[in-house]
T-cell receptor, first 118, second 115 residues
Framework: EPEVTQTPSHQVTQMGQEVILRCVPI?????FYWYRQILGQKVEFLVS????????KSEIFDDQFSVERPDGSNFTLKIRSTKLEDSAMYFCASSEEGLQDPRSYEQYFGPGTRLTVT | AQKVTQAQTEISVVEKEDVTLDCVYETRDTTYYLFWYKQPPSGELVFLIRRNSFDEQNEISGRYSWNFQKSTSSFNFTITASQVVDSAVYFC????????????FGRGTSLIVHP
């Protein structure tokens, strides 16, 4: 069964460093997302990406964040200068495109990357 | 604005008990989509079900069942004859049909099933 994969599973970085989190969405999916979950808290939407551009982003997704689809398979989230409060689990998700409202399609989540900023 | 409330922070049951996880939502959209996800201790998010607002039929999948009540804005999830493997955090989520694609997640209910 196709699945979303994410690397690395755990990333430790120092405050102020740049990190890139990588995701490989399901191959025939066209909508991509990043979410974060601070330990023990709810899942928060960061950004959605479609047709090679950001379709929507939340208030959390400020200038320190960027996303890219550098090739036909990878989808990356970059944090330019990490802060302590960026420590969280980051989930990538993808969903397919069809004839229905894209919001009706379920999102398939990757296993997450645990980011620890020290 | 959208809102999803999962009032039960943690539920503890003994194996084979039935358990219902509550989800109450708020939205101004007339068309919307509701989801349940499971997050086991390993951390990944597993899709369980999607329900469209115009489809009020309840659904059963094995030991899992979902009760969608538009009149009370609720989308509750029942596990029948719970098992230890059901122990996880369960999230209810809502996506509206307005201009935003942003889904709203509830805070999750932690279900602990004791042997």
């Amino acid at each position: 069964e196709p699945e979303v994969t994410q690397t690395p599973s755990h990333q430790v970085t120092q405050m102020g460093q740049e990190v890139i989190l990588r995701c490989v969405p399901i191959s025939n999916h066209l909508y991509f997302y990043w979410y974060r979950q601070i330990l023990g808290q709810k899942v928060e939407f960061l950004v959605s990406f479609y047709n090679n551009e950001i379709s929507e982003k939340s208030e959390i997704f400020d200038d320190q964040f960027s996303v890219e689809r550098p090739d036909g398979s990878n989808f990356t989230l970059k944090i330019r200068s990490t802060k302590l409060e960026d420590s969280a689990m980051y989930f990538c998700a993808s969903s397919e495109e069809g004839l229905q409202d894209p919001r009706s399609y379920e999102q398939y989540f990757g296993p997450g990357t645990r980011l620890t900023v020290t | 604005a959208q809102k999803v409330t999962q009032a039960q922070t943690e539920i503890s049951v003994v194996e084979k008990e039935d358990v219902t996880l509550d989800c109450v939502y708020e939205t101004r959209d007339t068309t919307y989509y509701l989801f349940w996800y499971k997050q086991p201790p390993s951390g990944e998010l597993v899709f369980l079900i999607r329900r469209n607002s115009f489809d009020e039929q309840n659904e059963i999948s094995g030991r899992y069942s979902w009760n969608f009540q538009k009149s009370t804005s609720s989308f509750n999830f029942t596990i029948t004859a719970s098992q230890v493997v059901d122990s996880a955090v369960y999230f209810c989520a809502l996506r509206g049909s307005g201009g935003s694609y942003i889904p709203t997640f509830g805070r999750g209910t932690s279900l602990i099933v004791h042997p």
